[in-house]
């Protein structure tokens, strides 16, 4: 059992790690034995304060007590810590689990023939996808944008700096050896750069 023990202005003494670790093995017989256990004792202004903290799988649990002294405080904190492990105990186990099903081709046949027939054969034609045979084209609506292209030479990191500040999906520069270049955003928020001949 690893219990891991802190004491603040609190001498541990052997009683109290004996009522921890009954404590703790009743909460083992709800839960099993994966997880860890952190106790925490502390004394403030004549408060005796308990934390007992473990942590299973599925989150952790923590009981607290204060009370006059440690020891009602340790048995106050465990039996909160049970009530808790008992009810994170019974929330697992009373939610409907579904076994999730592969797909199996063979389970597809079997199921052919059992509304088929075994000395039946059926061909079922299955259309899985079919592309338009002639692409449609819309009518070009034709837009002039003067702001859209640069008037001076400029390197790319003054074109992307520009295309952004002017909220263009398209943007047309001249580098400065004087190659025409065209920036273009995508659909996922990336820029393209397109390198007129």
Not at 90 to 104: G, I, N, Q, Y
């Amino acid at each position: 059992m690893n219990v891991e023990y802190t004491a603040r202005k609190y001498d541990l003494n052997p009683t109290i790690r004996k009522e921890v670790e009954t404590g703790i093995n009743k909460i083992r017989k709800i839960l099993g034995d994966r997880f860890e256990t952190k106790v925490t004792l502390a004394v403030e202004k004549r408060r005796h304060k308990a934390e007992i903290a473990i942590d299973p799988p599925h989150g952790p649990i923590v009981g607290l007590a204060e009370t006059a002294d440690m020891m009602s405080a340790v048995s106050e904190a465990l039996e909160h810590l049970h009530k808790q492990a008992l009810k994170y105990k019974t929330k697992w186990l009373s939610k409907k689990r579904k076994a999730v099903k592969k797909f199996d081709g063979q389970l597809l046949e079997r199921n052919l023939e059992a509304t088929l027939g075994p000395a039946e054969t059926t061909s079922v034609s299955v259309l899985v996808h079919k592309f338009p045979s002639v692409a449609r084209t819309t009518e070009v609506h034709l837009v002039q944008a003067r702001d859209s292209v640069a008037l001076r030479p400029m390197t790319l990191e003054e074109a992307i700096k520009e295309a952004h500040f002017r909220d263009k999906d398209v943007f047309v520069f001249r580098d400065p050896k004087g190659s025409l270049m065209v920036l273009h955003r995508t659909r996922d928020g990336k820029m393209e750069l397109i390198e007129a001949p």
